[in-house]
């Protein structure tokens, strides 16, 4: 019960550096914020009064409480920039799009690193390692953009088969919605996809030589057998801790595939909001995704406690 | 049926070749062998003398690949180890054959609960169900002593001490009745204390079960009255071999006599100088020619750094008995000769 609520508080004050931080540096962002909502040519007296509303003119720490004390409350302040939405309610929009593609794109680079780390280790240095780790390479350096445009052109524009500069929520129709955001995770998920295989398959060999595995090999254990039940779990531990990385960075940074498949996701509704200088909805959307990557850390540490139970620690 | 004298184990010129970046080395250099069931052999040398690869190579872990060379052959419970497919070899490994690993603290899975280790070698050889299988495998931590064994079937293997997860190494061996178990250095990584109380644990359950056991140690004392027969292994070779009883009484070859010597004895005077080998076990990759102990040995000759001795017959005396009680030494001026010389002289 202590540890749990000595991680909370850790988490907590995790998020507290982190949206200091950045409320700190959007003050510093170029541009008046309430220029950018008047526009060029107001009056004056407009001006100072906005600003006076904004509570632009008070002290860093002054503007910092108030924004705190009703982001605790969930309210994240409006956009300045029309429509001016609640920004609790543009990144509500905003974030299941970035979710959703993140877990997709991670999910399937996982699906195939899993079997294809396998293979290698279980030939480590034969051909067929080395022609996946030849492969993993190419796709590695073949820039996201570009693979992008390719699926784009061949499976959206060439053969048809999916759509393309369209969303369609997750709960208006499931399947339209997997329709569309395959094509988009798939891009992410090539990026992710030799990573994953390379992290694993190194740490699969390291085990492969463990006594253990020989142990296992002498109860007539089949090959294929030994590799997923008793050579992956204890495996698992940089893939892991690797997918917890990249959900977290996904999340705010998926902007090149959001703009390529024009898809409504946290990446691209930030860098837009950065260039309008609308600073609450920016800070509102980082401290999200730093909430979203400390939530998806910790679960990440609990998850080692059942990949190996040494780790766990003992209730008295 | 009397299986008592039923021959278990058939070892013939077996060779184990691996080349490493280094060189060819001959970890195993023609060795034979034999074993009946109930019968015990140890083998003894030093580390790197090749009684680890060895015993993998007997079992059948290690087997021909692209830089392992193994040929000759053996031949357990009637089948050719080596001249099997791959998938069938696994099914002699449970059943026909199984091994007991030098360090339980490695060789057992981390993840993995006590139970599992020993219920999926029953689930598979055997075709168990779940229940029975966990029921056997409670039965079995019963025969090599662990209390509560319900409990510990669900325990991890850090929760256990040394000699308990040797215990559980030994139960997982023994799961499919294996007609033949080889216990590769099995209390090397153990406290002293411990070392003894899983001797005697191998001894007994392979005299119940008739089991042929193959013990390889550097520890003499280990071997000493504890098994039947020894082989002392030296650069991959067999160098000498009899009744144990027989080599510990009087070897015939130096290397040996000197394995022996270095043996301390409680008896001995308090502060004697403990007795090692003067020099190096062989550089395998670049072995000397002829007796591969020849730098080593106080009575090495001309011939001995020429000529690599065979393995013969040591002595008369045990002549007439049968061929497995004889006392066979590859060495040009044995021990026995010499001092039979000395007696006539």
């Known amino acids: 019960m202590r540890r749990i609520a000595l991680r909370a508080g850790e988490l907590l004050a995790v998020l507290f550096v982190v949206s200091f931080g950045v409320f700190a540096m959007v003050t510093l962002m170029p541009g008046d914020p309430a220029v950018a909502i008047l526009g060029e040519g107001h009056p004056k007296q407009d001006y100072v009064d906005l600003r006076q509303e904004l509570g632009l003119d008070d002290p860093l720490l002054t503007r910092y409480w108030h924004w705190l004390s009703s982001a605790v409350t969930g309210d994240l302040g409006r956009s300045l920039v029309p429509p001016q939405g609640d920004v609790t309610d543009r990144i509500l929009g905003a974030l299941p799009v970035s979710f959703q593609l993140a877990t997709m794109g991670l999910l399937i680079a996982l ?72 094509l988009p995770a798939l891009v992410i998920a090539m990026m992710e996809l030799a990573l994953f295989t390379r992290i694993l398959r190194n740490d699969l060999i390291v085990t492969l030589n463990e006594d253990y595995i020989l142990a296992a090999r002498a109860k007539g254990m089949p090959p294929w057998r030994i590799m997923v039940t008793d050579a992956l779990r204890p495996s698992s531990f940089s893939l892991v801790t690797l997918m917890g990385i990249s959900l977290g960075r996904l999340i705010g940074s998926t902007v090149i595939v ?55 620690r003992v209730h008295a | 049926m009397n299986d008592t004298n039923e021959l278990v184990l058939e070892v013939a010129d077996l060779h184990t070749v691996f080349t490493t970046p280094r060189g060819v080395m001959r970890a195993v250099d023609g060795v034979s062998m034999s074993l009946r069931a109930g019968e015990t052999l140890g083998i003894v040398g030093e580390s790197g003398s090749g009684k680890s690869v060895l015993g993998r190579t007997v079992m059948g872990l290690i087997a021909d690949n692209a830089t392992t060379a193994v040929s000759g052959s053996v031949r357990i419970g009637g089948h050719d180890v080596h001249a099997m497919k791959p998938k069938d070899r696994r099914k002699l490994w449970g059943p026909e054959v199984a091994m007991v690993f ?21 689930r598979l050889h055997l075709g168990l169900n779940r229940k029975d299988a966990h029921e056997r495998a409670i039965d079995l931590l019963r025969q090599v002593f662990i209390p509560e064994p319900a409990r510990r079937m669900k325990q991890y293997p850090h929760e256990l001490s040394g000699g308990m997860r040797q215990r559980v190494v030994i139960a997982m061996a023994l799961a499919c009745d294996p007609k033949l178990l080889i216990a590769d250095e099995p209390t090397t990584a153990l406290d002293v204390t411990v070392q003894k109380q899983i001797l005697d644990l191998l001894a007994s359950l392979a005299s119940q079960r008739n089991m042929a056991t193959i013990l390889i140690s550097h520890d003499l004392g ?91 017959e040591m002595s008369d005396g045990v002549r007439g008995l049968h061929a497995e009680a004889s006392h066979l030494g590859a060495c040009h001026f044995p021990l026995t000769e010499v001092t039979e010389r000395q007696e006539v002289g």
């Open chain 1, 111 to 182: 699906v195939l690193a899993v079997p294809l780390a396998m293979w290698s280790a279980a030939h480590a240095g034969g051909l067929v390692d080395r022609i996946i780790s030849a492969s993993m390479f190419a796709i590695l350096s073949i820039p996201s953009f570009l693979a992008g445009l390719l699926l784009i052109m061949v499976f959206a524009n060439g053969l048809g088969w999916f759509p393309r500069a369209q969303w369609v929520r997750i709960s208006e129709d499931l399947p339209a919605n997997l329709h569309h955001a395959l």
């Open chain 1, 258 to 312: 959001e703009y390529l498949f024009a898809l409504p996701g946290m990446g691209s509704m930030i860098v837009t909001a950065a260039n309008q200088g609308d600073f609450p909805l920016v800070q509102g959307a980082v401290l999200i995704i730093a909430l979203v990557y400390v939530v998806v850390n910790a679960s990440i540490d609990v998850s080692y406690g059942y990949l190996d139970p040494r780790t766990r």
């Open chain 2, 102 to 122: 030098q360090d339980p603290m490695t060789s057992l899975n981390p993840v993995k609960r006590v139970g599992a280790h020993i219920t999926e070698a029953l």
């Open chain 2, 222 to 312: 280990a071997v000493e009255g504890r098994t039947d027969r020894v082989a002392v292994m030296y650069g991959g070779r067999t160098v000498e071999t009899s009744l144990t009883s027989r080599v510990f009484a009087r070897p015939a070859h130096p290397y040996a006599e000197a394995l022996l010597a270095s043996i301390p004895r409680i008896a001995d005077a308090p502060h004697t100088v403990l007795r090692a080998i003067e020099g190096a076990p062989p550089n395998m990759l670049a072995p000397p020619g002829g007796c591969s102990f020849a730098p080593r040995c106080r009575l090495a000759q001309d011939r001995c750094r020429e000529e690599q001795p065979q393995l013969r």
